[in-house]
């Protein structure tokens, strides 16, 4: 099987790259492994043949020259990540959704001689969805993005939706929780307190509240979300119907939820790293809590609690034991 990975540098691109390079996708050997990023990303150790590629998905001619090779299984990861999306309008569009749309055409022609129609794993975000929301937002909820971040990636939900319709490709969309606690230096997410006032104190390091310990979110470990993906890889999409866009399952939780969490686990000190100066406005608007009855009937999974996903940051991502 020969499988892609775009935006194989990232987070999730790496922890993705390394797990199929150990495991294969759902028990079946990997002949060869293509990994592109705009930033050429690393190999991870394994027998199998991989390729990497510095490539801008955007850039004409480059969806084509990744899928030439037609790689049974796409893994379409490339973004523009939603802080960078809002303030950078032309590169958000042109990245999340040009690049989206040039890959999916890119597929579209490399299957004009036929027999050509790969599973491609979209990850989509939760910011397809505006206010106002409810407390528990139920599947068939409206898109209604409120973000540039959120409505390319609801463009990208309906471009992957028509292009399996159309059967050029095998598409399903992943409406990702937010990941929880990211490994190493933040990206331009909008969301990335979320992980910083976890990380850091991990580390012995400050870090800043930006919102009111009250709020609550929808999060999933880098290892779940890593689960989701795989498990995408191989799903029968036909139990999917038309609809090829999932939310997935998560824990819904408080920031105080992740802070009683970060106190059992490394203790009073640990909190006290977390400075929480006024806040400047409250992020209400974000979803809350979902009720993911599709993609769990589907076989998708994620964690219960936060001791659980602090517990898998430990011990996937934190090189030296917690800071005392
Ligand atoms: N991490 C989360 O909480 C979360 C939540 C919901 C959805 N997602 C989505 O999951 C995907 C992966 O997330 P992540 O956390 O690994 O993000 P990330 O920012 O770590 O990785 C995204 C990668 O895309 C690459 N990229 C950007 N522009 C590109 C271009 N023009 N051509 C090729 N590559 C390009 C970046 O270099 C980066 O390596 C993204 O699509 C993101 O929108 C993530």
Redesign the pocket.
Known sequence: MKVMI??????????LSARIAVEGIGGQAVDSLVL????T?DKPPTRTVVETHA?????PG?AERLVRDRPDLIF???????GEAEADLE?GY???LD?TRALLEAIRLAGDSGGYCPRVV??????VFGEPLPDLIEDTFITTPLTS?GTQ?AIGELLLSDYSRRGFLDGIA???????I?PGKP???A?GF??SILREPLAGQEAVLPVDVGLRHWFAS?RA?VGFLLHAATLDTSLLGARRALTLPGLSATVADEIEALRRAAGDKAVRLIRHPAIERIVAGWPRSFRTERAEALGFRAEASFDEIIRIYVEDDLDAPIAA
């Not at 775009?6 to 922890?15: F, N, P």
């Not at 490539?55 to 850039?59: E, F, G, H, S």
């Open positions: 775009v935006g194989a540098a990232g987070m999730l691109g790496r922890k592109a990023d705009v930033v990303p490539i801008d998905l955007a850039a480059s379409h990861l490339a973004a523009v990540v939603s590169k042109r990245v999340n690049g979209f990850t989509s975000s939760l910011a971040y990636k992943l409406r990702l929780p937010t990941i929880v990211r990206n331009r997410a969301s979320f992980s880098p979300a």
